[in-house]
């Protein structure tokens, strides 16, 4: 594994380099795409299957959305503006750390985990995001989750054990699976948990320099049989996601470099 790391750690600094030389637009319009993406397959996890004209109608401020379809847009709206969040407070995060000398800490708390949920579910905000009081009877994930007065002792077993110094001196994108994991297990709101779960991972991510990933909608079988079966498989599927993130991205941004090197020669 720490070959891989090795190579993989290779791979991110390139593809940093290749943002860096892109014009700023153009890598806006691809994170733009990356995060419709993102929506598309984070909701195809959770078995809703989103065309891409409701996406962009959702997203686009331009295009006027069928009434009929606004509560479903308010939930992709509210997915978009949690995907900012997360960058905006992993990157945030980033420079704070960069910043210190000496051990750095978890910043990770139970109100970061509120908040998550409260962007995606912004009609909770009001009553206080309370957890779960039962266990729901039809439901996606079928994986063993926390009986409904054990959640707020495993939320905060969970802050702890990101504080450890054990999980501190895990490779990142291991120690965001794990964390990912270990929120699934708690499943702590009826609605979004599975969301709030990859968010959390990828903000994990994204403060430790590695580019988000996404889950596919391919591999939605693989996902709930490793939550169902033990943590250790889905180390390697978001280490694989992870490949393909950093993979897809370098290919996109070489291809400009290209088609740029190409006009210049031809002017």
Sequence with gaps: ME???????????????LRMRTATGL???????FDVSWIYHDNALEGVVLSYHELKAAIDK????????????????????????????????????ATKKGKKKNQITLDTLKLLHTLLTPEEKA??????????LHRLYF???SQPDKITLRMRKLVEWLD?????????????ARAHYRFMSIYPWPKNSGKVARLLMNLMLVRDGFPPIVIHAIERQRY????????AGLIPLVFESMENAIETSTRYFTELQEARRLTRRSA
């Design 27 to 33: 890598v806006h319009d691809y994170d733009e795409k």
């Design 164 to 176: 450890e110094e054990e999980t501190l001196n895990m490779n990142p994108v291991e120690r965001a």
């Design 3 to 17: 070959t891989t790391l090795f190579g993989m750690d290779h791979k991110i600094d390139q593809l940093r380099e």
């Design 143 to 145: 994986h063993e989750i």
């Design 127 to 136: 009553k206080g995001n309370p957890f779960r009081k039962d266990n729901p």
């Design 224 to 231: 709930y049989d490793v939550l169902r079966n033990e943590s």
């Design 62 to 97: 331009k295009i006027i959305s069928d009434v009929t379809l606004i509560p479903m847009y308010e939930e992709i709206k509210n997915h978009k503006h949690a995907i900012e969040q997360v960058r905006q407070i992993a990157r945030a995060w980033a420079v704070e750390n």
